[in-house]
């Protein structure tokens, strides 16, 4: 094992009707003017929107509104948060929705701390110095936004989508109520499933530093969420499974599931990035048109975790290594179509020409700085084979 360093510092209120508990909490917090920040109308047609608002309302907690989050969500709508926040006083901002609604929040609270373009900090020209408080209401079990460091954000102009990963964004409360998952689409609810366990696999397929307990936990995981995932895609209305799945996309994105190896792998995440950048396409979803040609490609370099992953993960029999890691390989792409995940870019109902497949090749290459992997380190060459090959 690596030495680590695990930080954890979001306070977690799980369970029914904890969404009422939103005012009392960004009051306790020192919020006087709040943000309040969601996506589609779905947040306030349900009611949702108007119970925080309430609770803040009790709390004696002042308030803005700006809805209108995307999936990919964009910069020019961050500008906008940015703007509307400076103008209300705004000290604290409350993310009400899922990863797309809390990385734009994140991003409208580091635009807040700081001075300049708040682009900067995801094209990595700077480095952020400061951010304003962030809490968060839950509604789709997916990102693990709620208790990580990162925030993703894409230009829509020049269809760029780039991270900005540090502590200073890491909320200060979640609450995780998950009985507002239960309307999501199946399709949004499976892609959030796959998404869940790419943040556990990315730190799981590296090349050191990996501790018996993290790998009994990621695999503990994967294998929750994969059960799970087969319910809801049945049973959407199961509060029991959505509960598990609430739970499992916190821990797996929180660093847990990483402690003691070498940092993880994340090459898949950025060749998604790019995909969904160009093509706005559902992430989770491509993740799993990526994810099975990345493993071909990079398992012979990784042999032993791929065997790991197969026998532990997906119940694989003994066999010879090389076989073994294979129809590891295969059997997560036959869990992805049983949920109604793709796993070719086709699948997701693009065709991208093959200069679009060298930009985003290109492009991939120079937001990692010319490299990215673990389980095998990829260059921009590498990045368009994978491509190519996942068409």
Request: hydrophobic content about 40%; proline content about 3%.
């Amino acid at each position: 094992m690596y030495n680590f360093e695990f930080y954890a510092p979001t306070r977690v209120v799980f369970g029914r009707g904890t969404e009422s508990q939103a005012g009392a909490l960004v009051k306790e917090y020192g919020g006087t003017s709040v943000l309040i920040h969601y996506g589609g109308g779905s947040a306030v047609r349900s009611g949702l929107i108007q119970r925080v608002r309430q609770s803040l309302d009790e709390a004696g907690v002042s308030y803005v509104e700006l809805g209108g989050v995307v999936p990919n969500p964009h910069l020019s709508l961050v500008y906008q948060g940015i703007e509307l926040c400076r103008k209300a006083h705004v000290d604290f901002v409350l993310a009400v929705g899922g990863g797309s609604v809390i990385d734009s929040a994140k991003a409208i609270a580091y635009g807040l701390a700081n001075d300049g373009d708040v682009w900067d900090f995801y094209c990595g020209k700077r480095k952020p110095q400061a951010c304003m408080p962030v809490g968060c209401v839950l509604t789709i079990a997916v990102a693990g936004s709620v208790m990580s460091n990162s925030s993703v954000i894409t230009k829509e102009d020049e269809g760029l989508k780039r991270s900005c990963n540090t502590n200073l964004a890491r909320a200060k409360f979640a609450i995780m109520n998950p009985e507002l998952t239960m309307t999501l689409p199946d399709w949004q609810t499976q892609a959030g499933c796959t998404d869940i366990m790419m943040h556990t696999m990315e730190r799981y397929f590296t090349q050191g530093g990996n501790m018996e307990i993290t790998d009994s936990i990621a695999e503990g995981l994967l294998r929750t969420v994969m059960k799970y995932a087969v319910i809801l895609h049945a049973h959407p209305e199961q509060y029991e499974a959505r509960a598990e799945i609430m739970w499992a996309g916190s821990l797996s994105h929180n660093g847990l599931t990483g402690c003691g190896n070498d940092g993880g792998d994340f090459s898949c995440h950025k060749l998604e990035h790019e995909l969904s950048g160009m093509f706005d396409v559902t992430h989770g979803a491509g993740l799993a048109a990526i994810w099975g040609t990345w493993a071909r490609y990079v398992y012979r370099d990784c042999l032993p975790r791929f065997v790991r992953f197969a026998r532990q993960v997906m119940g694989v029999s003994e066999g010879p290594d090389d076989r073994v890691a294979l129809a590891g390989i295969e059997q997560m792409e036959s869990f992805y179509h049983s949920i109604g995940m793709p796993i070719s870019i086709h699948e997701l109902g693009i065709t991208p020409t093959d200069d679009q497949l060298k930009q985003m090749a290109r492009l991939c290459a120079r937001g990692c700085g010319g490299h990215q992997g673990s389980a095998k380190v990829l260059d921009e060459e590498d990045m368009y084979r994978i491509y190519k090959a996942a068409l």
